[in-house]
Protein backbone atom coordinates (compact mmCIF):
# COMPACT_ATOMS: atom_id res chain seq x y z
CA UNK A 1 0.00 0.00 0.00
CA UNK A 2 1.42 3.42 -0.98
CA UNK A 3 1.28 6.39 1.15
CA UNK A 4 1.01 9.46 -0.64
CA UNK A 5 1.12 13.13 0.87
CA UNK A 6 2.13 15.32 -1.89
CA UNK A 7 -0.84 17.05 -4.22
CA UNK A 8 1.50 16.71 -7.25
CA UNK A 9 2.60 13.18 -6.36
CA UNK A 10 -0.62 11.97 -6.18
CA UNK A 11 -2.13 13.86 -9.10
CA UNK A 12 1.27 12.59 -11.22
CA UNK A 13 0.23 8.72 -9.91
CA UNK A 14 -3.73 9.35 -11.11
CA UNK A 15 -2.59 10.71 -14.07
CA UNK A 16 -0.58 7.80 -15.07
CA UNK A 17 -2.80 5.02 -13.75
CA UNK A 18 -5.50 6.33 -16.15
CA UNK A 19 -2.60 6.34 -19.37
CA UNK A 20 -2.12 2.92 -18.15
CA UNK A 21 -5.80 2.44 -18.28
CA UNK A 22 -6.20 1.46 -15.02
CA UNK A 23 -9.93 2.38 -12.94
CA UNK A 24 -9.79 4.43 -9.72
CA UNK A 25 -12.12 4.21 -6.88
CA UNK A 26 -12.00 7.39 -4.62
CA UNK A 27 -13.08 6.72 -0.81
CA UNK A 28 -12.60 10.29 1.05
CA UNK A 29 -12.33 10.26 4.50
CA UNK A 30 -11.27 12.74 7.20
CA UNK A 31 -9.63 9.37 9.19
CA UNK A 32 -10.60 7.94 12.05
CA UNK A 33 -12.17 4.59 10.32
CA UNK A 34 -14.77 2.64 11.84
CA UNK A 35 -17.27 0.33 10.07
CA UNK A 36 -19.06 2.79 7.77
CA UNK A 37 -15.80 3.72 5.88
CA UNK A 38 -14.56 0.29 5.82
CA UNK A 39 -18.09 -1.08 4.00
CA UNK A 40 -17.34 1.98 1.89
CA UNK A 41 -13.72 0.86 1.50
CA UNK A 42 -15.03 -3.15 0.96
CA UNK A 43 -17.36 -1.39 -2.26
CA UNK A 44 -15.01 0.35 -4.09
CA UNK A 45 -12.27 -2.51 -3.61
CA UNK A 46 -14.53 -4.44 -5.72
CA UNK A 47 -15.40 -1.38 -8.46
CA UNK A 48 -12.06 -0.58 -9.98
CA UNK A 49 -8.53 -1.61 -10.66
CA UNK A 50 -7.08 1.03 -7.59
CA UNK A 51 -8.89 1.71 -4.36
CA UNK A 52 -7.66 5.38 -3.06
CA UNK A 53 -8.49 6.48 0.06
CA UNK A 54 -8.13 10.08 0.85
CA UNK A 55 -7.67 11.07 4.54
CA UNK A 56 -7.83 14.40 5.60
CA UNK A 57 -9.21 16.48 8.03
CA UNK A 58 -10.11 19.47 6.32
CA UNK A 59 -10.63 22.95 7.73
CA UNK A 60 -12.77 24.71 5.54
CA UNK A 61 -15.68 22.78 6.25
CA UNK A 62 -15.21 23.26 10.34
CA UNK A 63 -16.89 26.31 11.69
CA UNK A 64 -15.03 28.72 13.86
CA UNK A 65 -16.24 27.10 17.36
CA UNK A 66 -16.43 23.07 16.11
CA UNK A 67 -14.38 20.13 17.18
CA UNK A 68 -11.64 20.72 13.92
CA UNK A 69 -8.78 20.49 16.37
CA UNK A 70 -9.98 17.80 18.63
CA UNK A 71 -11.13 15.75 15.64
CA UNK A 72 -10.23 12.02 16.17
CA UNK A 73 -6.38 11.91 14.21
CA UNK A 74 -5.51 8.23 13.88
CA UNK A 75 -3.71 7.68 10.72
CA UNK A 76 -1.56 4.53 12.06
CA UNK A 77 -4.59 2.34 13.11
CA UNK A 78 -6.30 3.82 9.90
CA UNK A 79 -3.56 2.71 7.47
CA UNK A 80 -3.48 -1.00 9.43
CA UNK A 81 -6.98 -1.17 8.43
CA UNK A 82 -6.59 0.41 4.93
CA UNK A 83 -4.29 -2.64 4.46
CA UNK A 84 -6.07 -4.95 5.50
CA UNK A 85 -8.79 -4.31 3.11
CA UNK A 86 -6.06 -4.01 0.42
CA UNK A 87 -6.61 -0.54 -0.27
CA UNK A 88 -3.73 0.34 -2.92
CA UNK A 89 -3.27 4.37 -2.25
CA UNK A 90 -3.75 6.55 0.77
CA UNK A 91 -3.55 10.11 0.12
CA UNK A 92 -2.83 11.91 2.85
CA UNK A 93 -2.12 15.26 1.81
CA UNK A 94 -0.92 18.11 3.98
CA UNK A 95 -3.16 21.59 5.22
CA UNK A 96 -1.11 24.05 3.34
CA UNK A 97 -0.65 21.81 0.36
CA UNK A 98 -4.62 21.69 -0.03
CA UNK A 99 -4.86 25.55 0.66
CA UNK A 100 -1.78 27.39 0.41
CA UNK A 101 -1.72 30.79 1.04
CA UNK A 102 -3.90 32.90 -0.65
CA UNK A 103 -5.98 30.37 -1.50
CA UNK A 104 -9.10 31.79 -3.05
CA UNK A 105 -11.81 29.59 -4.36
CA UNK A 106 -15.02 28.17 -3.67
CA UNK A 107 -17.75 25.92 -4.99
CA UNK A 108 -21.37 26.34 -4.15
CA UNK A 109 -24.48 24.18 -4.47
CA UNK A 110 -27.15 27.13 -3.69
CA UNK A 111 -30.55 26.38 -1.93
CA UNK A 112 -29.52 22.85 -1.00
CA UNK A 113 -26.46 24.35 1.14
CA UNK A 114 -28.62 26.72 3.65
CA UNK A 115 -30.97 24.45 5.21
CA UNK A 116 -31.39 21.11 7.48
CA UNK A 117 -27.24 21.15 9.00
CA UNK A 118 -26.81 24.41 6.81
CA UNK A 119 -28.49 26.54 9.50
CA UNK A 120 -26.42 25.88 12.41
CA UNK A 121 -22.93 24.87 9.97
CA UNK A 122 -23.66 27.88 7.39
CA UNK A 123 -20.32 27.49 5.77
CA UNK A 124 -19.67 23.41 5.87
CA UNK A 125 -21.08 22.47 2.62
CA UNK A 126 -19.10 25.46 0.65
CA UNK A 127 -16.11 23.51 2.44
CA UNK A 128 -17.57 20.24 1.87
CA UNK A 129 -18.05 20.81 -1.94
CA UNK A 130 -14.40 22.58 -2.61
CA UNK A 131 -12.09 19.74 -1.02
CA UNK A 132 -14.63 17.06 -3.10
CA UNK A 133 -14.13 18.82 -6.06
CA UNK A 134 -10.42 18.94 -5.62
CA UNK A 135 -9.99 15.56 -4.65
CA UNK A 136 -11.83 14.86 -8.12
CA UNK A 137 -9.19 16.48 -9.93
CA UNK A 138 -6.48 15.24 -8.13
CA UNK A 139 -7.01 11.86 -8.05
CA UNK A 140 -9.39 11.37 -11.28
CA UNK A 141 -11.65 8.62 -10.15
CA UNK A 142 -14.01 7.04 -12.42
CA UNK A 143 -15.93 6.23 -9.20
CA UNK A 144 -16.11 7.95 -5.83
CA UNK A 145 -18.38 6.38 -2.50
CA UNK A 146 -20.19 8.12 0.14
CA UNK A 147 -22.07 7.20 2.85
CA UNK A 148 -25.54 8.09 3.10
CA UNK A 149 -24.96 8.95 7.02
CA UNK A 150 -24.09 12.02 5.60
CA UNK A 151 -26.73 12.46 3.45
CA UNK A 152 -27.67 16.25 2.89
CA UNK A 153 -23.69 15.97 2.03
CA UNK A 154 -24.25 12.88 -0.14
CA UNK A 155 -27.34 14.79 -2.23
CA UNK A 156 -25.86 17.86 -2.62
CA UNK A 157 -22.43 16.55 -4.30
CA UNK A 158 -24.27 14.50 -6.58
CA UNK A 159 -25.68 17.63 -7.60
CA UNK A 160 -22.29 19.36 -8.12
CA UNK A 161 -21.11 16.21 -9.95
CA UNK A 162 -24.26 16.72 -12.44
CA UNK A 163 -24.05 20.92 -12.70
CA UNK A 164 -20.30 20.81 -13.06
CA UNK A 165 -20.37 17.63 -15.85
CA UNK A 166 -17.85 16.05 -13.51
CA UNK A 167 -17.07 12.65 -15.20
CA UNK A 168 -17.58 10.91 -11.86
CA UNK A 169 -20.46 8.42 -10.64
CA UNK A 170 -21.56 9.48 -7.49
CA UNK A 171 -21.95 5.99 -5.41
CA UNK A 172 -24.08 6.14 -1.93
CA UNK A 173 -24.24 3.26 0.61
CA UNK A 174 -26.21 2.66 3.51
CA UNK A 175 -25.70 3.69 7.13
CA UNK A 176 -23.67 1.02 9.27
CA UNK A 177 -24.88 0.94 12.47
CA UNK A 178 -23.81 -0.38 15.90
CA UNK A 179 -25.38 -3.53 17.32
CA UNK A 180 -28.02 -1.13 18.91
CA UNK A 181 -28.81 0.97 15.94
CA UNK A 182 -26.66 3.76 16.74
CA UNK A 183 -25.25 5.12 13.82
CA UNK A 184 -21.32 4.81 13.54
CA UNK A 185 -19.38 8.09 13.64
CA UNK A 186 -16.21 9.02 14.67
CA UNK A 187 -17.72 11.79 17.06
CA UNK A 188 -19.30 8.55 18.88
CA UNK A 189 -15.96 8.57 20.75
CA UNK A 190 -16.73 11.92 22.38
CA UNK A 191 -19.93 10.47 24.11
CA UNK A 192 -19.43 9.66 28.00
CA UNK A 193 -22.03 6.34 29.00
CA UNK A 194 -25.23 8.25 29.76
CA UNK A 195 -24.99 10.51 26.38
CA UNK A 196 -23.93 7.35 24.89
CA UNK A 197 -27.60 6.11 26.33
CA UNK A 198 -29.18 8.87 24.95
CA UNK A 199 -27.68 9.25 21.32
CA UNK A 200 -30.05 6.18 20.52
CA UNK A 201 -33.28 8.30 20.32
CA UNK A 202 -32.29 9.10 17.19
CA UNK A 203 -32.24 6.08 15.71
CA UNK A 204 -35.32 5.02 17.99
CA UNK A 205 -37.21 7.94 16.93
CA UNK A 206 -36.67 7.08 12.74
CA UNK A 207 -37.67 3.80 13.52
CA UNK A 208 -41.14 4.71 14.91
CA UNK A 209 -42.00 7.26 12.43
CA UNK A 210 -41.06 4.55 10.01
CA UNK A 211 -43.38 2.08 11.75
CA UNK A 212 -45.97 5.04 11.58
CA UNK A 213 -45.51 5.93 7.80
CA UNK A 214 -45.98 1.28 6.69
CA UNK A 215 -49.64 1.91 8.66
CA UNK A 216 -50.45 4.67 6.84
CA UNK A 217 -49.73 8.43 8.50
CA UNK A 218 -48.54 10.74 5.96
CA UNK A 219 -48.39 13.97 7.88
CA UNK A 220 -45.11 15.56 8.47
CA UNK A 221 -46.23 18.04 11.46
CA UNK A 222 -47.52 14.83 13.15
CA UNK A 223 -44.53 12.43 12.32
CA UNK A 224 -42.09 15.02 13.40
CA UNK A 225 -44.11 15.94 16.53
CA UNK A 226 -43.69 12.37 17.44
CA UNK A 227 -39.84 11.90 17.12
CA UNK A 228 -39.35 15.71 19.25
CA UNK A 229 -41.19 13.79 21.78
CA UNK A 230 -38.85 10.52 21.85
CA UNK A 231 -35.81 13.03 21.55
CA UNK A 232 -36.64 15.78 24.40
CA UNK A 233 -37.86 12.66 26.58
CA UNK A 234 -33.53 11.97 27.24
CA UNK A 235 -31.85 13.71 29.73
CA UNK A 236 -28.78 15.27 27.73
CA UNK A 237 -30.24 15.49 24.83
CA UNK A 238 -31.26 18.78 22.26
CA UNK A 239 -31.92 18.97 19.21
CA UNK A 240 -30.84 20.98 16.41
CA UNK A 241 -33.14 20.18 13.86
CA UNK A 242 -35.99 17.75 13.12
CA UNK A 243 -36.71 18.17 9.01
CA UNK A 244 -38.88 15.90 6.49
CA UNK A 245 -37.72 17.11 3.26
CA UNK A 246 -37.55 16.50 -0.50
CA UNK A 247 -34.66 14.51 -1.83
CA UNK A 248 -34.45 16.35 -5.07
CA UNK A 249 -34.57 19.87 -3.40
CA UNK A 250 -33.93 19.36 0.22
CA UNK A 251 -37.01 21.94 1.05
CA UNK A 252 -39.73 20.96 3.39
CA UNK A 253 -42.56 18.75 2.87
CA UNK A 254 -45.54 18.49 4.45
CA UNK A 255 -46.94 15.20 2.98
CA UNK A 256 -44.84 12.03 2.80
CA UNK A 257 -43.68 11.54 -0.80
CA UNK A 258 -42.88 7.92 -0.88
CA UNK A 259 -39.66 7.36 -3.20
CA UNK A 260 -38.05 11.11 -2.67
CA UNK A 261 -38.36 11.91 1.08
CA UNK A 262 -35.60 12.34 3.37
CA UNK A 263 -36.32 12.09 7.20
CA UNK A 264 -33.22 13.72 8.71
CA UNK A 265 -32.00 15.14 12.54
CA UNK A 266 -29.17 16.39 14.20
CA UNK A 267 -28.99 16.20 17.89
CA UNK A 268 -26.27 17.49 20.52
CA UNK A 269 -26.13 14.78 23.56
CA UNK A 270 -23.77 16.44 25.67
CA UNK A 271 -21.44 18.47 23.62
CA UNK A 272 -21.26 16.25 20.65
CA UNK A 273 -23.26 17.00 17.81
CA UNK A 274 -25.25 14.10 16.14
CA UNK A 275 -26.72 13.04 13.01
CA UNK A 276 -29.22 10.26 11.47
CA UNK A 277 -31.75 10.07 8.95
CA UNK A 278 -34.07 7.77 6.69
CA UNK A 279 -35.29 7.65 3.32
CA UNK A 280 -38.70 7.00 2.71
CA UNK B 1 -14.68 20.35 -39.14
CA UNK B 2 -17.45 18.78 -36.10
CA UNK B 3 -20.33 20.37 -35.05
CA UNK B 4 -21.16 19.33 -31.86
CA UNK B 5 -24.10 20.53 -29.91
CA UNK B 6 -24.59 18.13 -27.12
CA UNK B 7 -22.99 18.13 -23.89
CA UNK B 8 -23.32 14.25 -23.48
CA UNK B 9 -22.22 13.64 -27.22
CA UNK B 10 -18.90 16.07 -26.49
CA UNK B 11 -17.47 14.81 -22.94
CA UNK B 12 -17.83 11.20 -24.84
CA UNK B 13 -16.17 12.98 -27.85
CA UNK B 14 -13.37 14.52 -25.60
CA UNK B 15 -13.12 11.06 -23.70
CA UNK B 16 -12.71 8.92 -26.52
CA UNK B 17 -10.36 11.36 -27.98
CA UNK B 18 -7.82 11.21 -24.67
CA UNK B 19 -8.37 7.31 -24.96
CA UNK B 20 -6.67 7.24 -27.99
CA UNK B 21 -3.69 9.38 -26.48
CA UNK B 22 -4.16 12.79 -28.21
CA UNK B 23 -3.83 16.00 -27.03
CA UNK B 24 -6.90 18.45 -26.96
CA UNK B 25 -6.25 22.33 -26.91
CA UNK B 26 -9.55 24.41 -25.96
CA UNK B 27 -10.21 27.76 -27.37
CA UNK B 28 -13.74 28.79 -25.05
CA UNK B 29 -15.34 32.07 -27.23
CA UNK B 30 -19.15 33.59 -27.20
CA UNK B 31 -18.54 33.53 -30.80
CA UNK B 32 -18.88 37.09 -33.06
CA UNK B 33 -15.34 35.74 -34.03
CA UNK B 34 -12.58 38.67 -34.66
CA UNK B 35 -8.88 38.39 -34.93
CA UNK B 36 -8.44 38.32 -31.60
CA UNK B 37 -10.60 35.07 -31.40
CA UNK B 38 -8.17 33.74 -34.62
CA UNK B 39 -4.91 34.71 -32.84
CA UNK B 40 -6.05 32.56 -29.70
CA UNK B 41 -7.26 29.14 -32.61
CA UNK B 42 -4.08 29.54 -34.78
CA UNK B 43 -2.02 29.19 -31.14
CA UNK B 44 -3.98 26.19 -30.10
CA UNK B 45 -3.78 24.52 -33.62
CA UNK B 46 -0.06 24.20 -32.87
CA UNK B 47 -0.14 23.01 -29.55
CA UNK B 48 -2.39 19.90 -29.89
CA UNK B 49 -3.43 17.09 -31.91
CA UNK B 50 -7.00 18.24 -31.47
CA UNK B 51 -8.09 21.81 -31.68
CA UNK B 52 -11.86 22.29 -30.03
CA UNK B 53 -13.34 25.68 -30.35
CA UNK B 54 -16.29 26.13 -27.67
CA UNK B 55 -18.86 29.00 -29.10
CA UNK B 56 -21.68 29.66 -26.48
CA UNK B 57 -23.08 32.92 -25.17
CA UNK B 58 -22.85 32.26 -21.56
CA UNK B 59 -25.93 34.05 -19.98
CA UNK B 60 -24.54 33.18 -16.17
CA UNK B 61 -22.06 36.16 -17.18
CA UNK B 62 -24.18 38.72 -18.22
CA UNK B 63 -25.83 41.08 -15.48
CA UNK B 64 -29.76 41.74 -16.08
CA UNK B 65 -29.34 45.31 -17.45
CA UNK B 66 -26.46 43.86 -19.87
CA UNK B 67 -27.05 43.24 -23.20
CA UNK B 68 -27.40 38.99 -23.17
CA UNK B 69 -30.11 39.48 -25.94
CA UNK B 70 -28.11 41.48 -28.22
CA UNK B 71 -24.74 40.40 -28.10
CA UNK B 72 -24.22 39.33 -31.44
CA UNK B 73 -24.55 35.43 -32.85
CA UNK B 74 -22.75 34.83 -36.12
CA UNK B 75 -22.79 31.26 -35.89
CA UNK B 76 -22.51 30.22 -39.94
CA UNK B 77 -19.72 33.05 -40.39
CA UNK B 78 -17.57 31.60 -36.79
CA UNK B 79 -17.98 28.23 -38.07
CA UNK B 80 -16.46 29.68 -41.81
CA UNK B 81 -13.50 31.32 -40.00
CA UNK B 82 -12.99 28.41 -37.81
CA UNK B 83 -12.88 25.76 -40.64
CA UNK B 84 -10.02 27.93 -42.74
CA UNK B 85 -8.07 28.24 -39.78
CA UNK B 86 -8.43 24.28 -39.15
CA UNK B 87 -10.45 23.41 -36.28
CA UNK B 88 -11.25 20.15 -35.38
CA UNK B 89 -14.29 20.69 -33.51
CA UNK B 90 -16.65 23.47 -32.79
CA UNK B 91 -18.70 22.96 -29.96
CA UNK B 92 -21.91 25.06 -29.67
CA UNK B 93 -24.16 23.90 -26.69
CA UNK B 94 -27.78 25.40 -26.07
CA UNK B 95 -28.76 27.25 -22.64
CA UNK B 96 -30.66 24.62 -21.77
CA UNK B 97 -28.16 21.94 -21.72
CA UNK B 98 -25.31 23.97 -20.22
CA UNK B 99 -27.76 25.10 -16.87
CA UNK B 100 -30.74 22.36 -16.80
CA UNK B 101 -33.84 23.49 -14.52
CA UNK B 102 -33.02 23.18 -10.55
CA UNK B 103 -29.34 23.83 -11.55
CA UNK B 104 -27.64 25.67 -8.91
CA UNK B 105 -23.72 25.28 -8.84
CA UNK B 106 -21.13 27.92 -8.53
CA UNK B 107 -17.93 28.83 -8.43
CA UNK B 108 -16.15 31.86 -6.99
CA UNK B 109 -12.67 32.69 -6.72
CA UNK B 110 -13.06 35.15 -3.81
CA UNK B 111 -11.47 39.19 -3.70
CA UNK B 112 -10.03 39.11 -6.96
CA UNK B 113 -13.64 39.04 -8.36
CA UNK B 114 -15.09 42.19 -6.36
CA UNK B 115 -12.91 44.28 -8.22
CA UNK B 116 -12.26 46.27 -11.36
CA UNK B 117 -15.09 45.11 -13.62
CA UNK B 118 -16.52 43.22 -10.56
CA UNK B 119 -17.92 46.73 -9.04
CA UNK B 120 -20.36 47.31 -12.07
CA UNK B 121 -20.63 43.52 -12.73
CA UNK B 122 -21.02 41.70 -9.28
CA UNK B 123 -22.15 38.14 -10.77
CA UNK B 124 -19.80 38.07 -14.21
CA UNK B 125 -17.06 36.64 -12.69
CA UNK B 126 -18.81 34.11 -11.22
CA UNK B 127 -20.45 33.34 -14.07
CA UNK B 128 -17.57 33.17 -15.85
CA UNK B 129 -15.49 30.61 -13.48
CA UNK B 130 -18.38 28.44 -13.53
CA UNK B 131 -18.86 28.31 -17.28
CA UNK B 132 -15.15 27.39 -17.69
CA UNK B 133 -14.88 24.77 -15.06
CA UNK B 134 -17.52 23.29 -16.51
CA UNK B 135 -16.22 23.48 -20.38
CA UNK B 136 -12.57 21.76 -18.73
CA UNK B 137 -14.87 19.06 -17.41
CA UNK B 138 -16.91 18.13 -20.79
CA UNK B 139 -14.00 18.97 -22.87
CA UNK B 140 -10.80 17.78 -20.95
CA UNK B 141 -8.47 19.51 -22.66
CA UNK B 142 -4.20 20.01 -21.75
CA UNK B 143 -4.31 23.57 -22.58
CA UNK B 144 -6.75 26.11 -23.01
CA UNK B 145 -6.05 29.38 -24.78
CA UNK B 146 -7.63 33.36 -23.19
CA UNK B 147 -6.80 36.44 -24.52
CA UNK B 148 -5.09 38.64 -22.38
CA UNK B 149 -7.73 41.74 -23.56
CA UNK B 150 -10.08 40.26 -20.38
CA UNK B 151 -7.02 40.44 -18.19
CA UNK B 152 -8.59 39.75 -14.91
CA UNK B 153 -10.89 37.28 -16.37
CA UNK B 154 -7.60 35.21 -17.41
CA UNK B 155 -5.78 35.95 -13.57
CA UNK B 156 -9.13 35.06 -12.24
CA UNK B 157 -9.38 31.96 -14.16
CA UNK B 158 -5.38 30.91 -13.89
CA UNK B 159 -5.85 31.14 -9.65
CA UNK B 160 -9.60 28.81 -10.17
CA UNK B 161 -7.56 26.21 -12.10
CA UNK B 162 -4.54 26.59 -10.04
CA UNK B 163 -6.90 26.31 -6.45
CA UNK B 164 -9.24 23.08 -7.64
CA UNK B 165 -5.93 20.97 -9.00
CA UNK B 166 -7.39 21.28 -12.30
CA UNK B 167 -5.11 19.52 -14.96
CA UNK B 168 -4.80 21.82 -17.40
CA UNK B 169 -2.37 24.42 -18.66
CA UNK B 170 -3.84 27.96 -19.35
CA UNK B 171 -2.45 30.08 -21.98
CA UNK B 172 -2.41 34.01 -22.63
CA UNK B 173 -1.93 35.50 -26.07
CA UNK B 174 -1.71 38.98 -26.17
CA UNK B 175 -4.55 41.91 -27.14
CA UNK B 176 -5.11 41.97 -31.06
CA UNK B 177 -5.57 45.10 -31.90
CA UNK B 178 -6.81 47.40 -35.19
CA UNK B 179 -4.62 49.44 -37.43
CA UNK B 180 -5.25 52.28 -34.78
CA UNK B 181 -4.77 50.68 -32.04
CA UNK B 182 -8.55 49.77 -30.67
CA UNK B 183 -8.21 46.56 -28.84
CA UNK B 184 -10.46 43.81 -30.87
CA UNK B 185 -13.87 43.40 -29.21
CA UNK B 186 -16.91 41.78 -30.31
CA UNK B 187 -18.75 44.71 -28.86
CA UNK B 188 -16.94 47.50 -31.03
CA UNK B 189 -19.67 46.62 -33.70
CA UNK B 190 -22.08 48.74 -31.19
CA UNK B 191 -20.33 52.00 -31.77
CA UNK B 192 -21.22 54.80 -34.04
CA UNK B 193 -18.59 57.01 -36.03
CA UNK B 194 -18.43 59.46 -32.88
CA UNK B 195 -18.21 56.27 -30.19
CA UNK B 196 -15.70 54.95 -32.22
CA UNK B 197 -13.07 57.54 -32.60
CA UNK B 198 -13.77 58.30 -29.36
CA UNK B 199 -12.91 54.33 -28.09
CA UNK B 200 -9.48 54.88 -29.23
CA UNK B 201 -8.93 57.35 -25.96
CA UNK B 202 -8.61 53.85 -23.86
CA UNK B 203 -5.59 53.14 -26.10
CA UNK B 204 -4.03 56.60 -26.32
CA UNK B 205 -4.31 56.79 -22.66
CA UNK B 206 -2.30 53.50 -21.91
CA UNK B 207 0.19 54.36 -24.20
CA UNK B 208 0.64 57.59 -22.31
CA UNK B 209 0.94 56.04 -19.45
CA UNK B 210 3.51 53.57 -20.43
CA UNK B 211 5.84 55.80 -21.73
CA UNK B 212 5.86 58.06 -18.52
CA UNK B 213 6.58 55.06 -16.82
CA UNK B 214 9.46 54.27 -18.80
CA UNK B 215 10.63 57.98 -17.93
CA UNK B 216 10.89 56.75 -14.56
CA UNK B 217 7.04 57.64 -13.11
CA UNK B 218 5.92 54.68 -10.80
CA UNK B 219 3.36 57.62 -8.82
CA UNK B 220 0.34 55.56 -9.73
CA UNK B 221 -2.32 58.31 -8.58
CA UNK B 222 -0.52 61.15 -10.75
CA UNK B 223 -0.42 57.97 -13.87
CA UNK B 224 -4.27 57.73 -13.16
CA UNK B 225 -5.09 61.24 -12.73
CA UNK B 226 -3.40 61.55 -16.31
CA UNK B 227 -5.35 58.73 -18.00
CA UNK B 228 -8.78 59.90 -16.32
CA UNK B 229 -7.74 63.69 -18.15
CA UNK B 230 -7.12 62.09 -21.46
CA UNK B 231 -10.57 60.16 -21.43
CA UNK B 232 -12.73 62.85 -20.13
CA UNK B 233 -12.12 64.85 -23.09
CA UNK B 234 -13.67 62.48 -25.60
CA UNK B 235 -17.04 63.92 -25.89
CA UNK B 236 -18.78 60.13 -25.73
CA UNK B 237 -16.58 58.77 -22.91
CA UNK B 238 -17.39 58.20 -19.83
CA UNK B 239 -15.15 56.63 -17.06
CA UNK B 240 -16.20 53.24 -15.69
CA UNK B 241 -12.68 52.29 -14.01
CA UNK B 242 -8.88 53.29 -14.00
CA UNK B 243 -6.96 51.16 -11.68
CA UNK B 244 -3.30 50.36 -11.47
CA UNK B 245 -3.21 46.93 -9.65
CA UNK B 246 -1.21 43.66 -8.69
CA UNK B 247 -1.33 40.87 -11.34
CA UNK B 248 -1.17 38.66 -8.22
CA UNK B 249 -4.05 40.06 -5.77
CA UNK B 250 -5.44 42.72 -8.17
CA UNK B 251 -5.62 45.18 -5.15
CA UNK B 252 -4.79 48.72 -5.89
CA UNK B 253 -0.90 49.40 -5.49
CA UNK B 254 0.43 53.03 -4.99
CA UNK B 255 3.64 52.36 -6.55
CA UNK B 256 4.71 50.81 -9.96
CA UNK B 257 5.87 47.64 -9.71
CA UNK B 258 7.55 46.04 -12.30
CA UNK B 259 6.78 42.65 -13.29
CA UNK B 260 3.95 42.41 -11.57
CA UNK B 261 1.61 45.42 -12.16
CA UNK B 262 -1.65 45.53 -14.37
CA UNK B 263 -2.91 49.04 -15.43
CA UNK B 264 -6.79 48.57 -17.11
CA UNK B 265 -9.35 50.56 -17.36
CA UNK B 266 -13.31 50.44 -18.65
CA UNK B 267 -14.99 53.12 -20.45
CA UNK B 268 -18.47 53.90 -21.52
CA UNK B 269 -18.54 55.55 -25.05
CA UNK B 270 -22.26 55.92 -25.28
CA UNK B 271 -23.88 52.63 -24.23
CA UNK B 272 -21.14 50.47 -24.79
CA UNK B 273 -18.99 49.40 -22.18
CA UNK B 274 -15.12 49.04 -23.30
CA UNK B 275 -12.10 47.80 -21.58
CA UNK B 276 -8.57 47.40 -22.18
CA UNK B 277 -5.34 47.33 -20.01
CA UNK B 278 -1.44 47.08 -20.26
CA UNK B 279 0.75 44.88 -18.35
CA UNK B 280 3.92 46.39 -16.98
Redesign the interface.
Known sequence: MELIHS?EKM?TRA?ELKRAGKSIALVPTMGAFHEGHLSLMREGRKSADVLLVSLFVNPAQFGQDEDFERYPRTLEHDRQLAKEIGVDIIFAPHDEDMYPS???????????SRNLCGISRPTHFRGV?TIV??LL??A?PDVAFFGWKDAQQFLILK??VE?????VKMAGLPIVREPDGLAMSSRNRYLNPEERKDALSLYKALQVVESLIEKGEDNCETLKNKMKKIITGEPTARIDYIEIVSM??LEPITRIEKGNTLIALAVYTGATRLIDNIRV
Open positions: VQHGYKTYVTVESMTLKNIQKMDLNLPTT
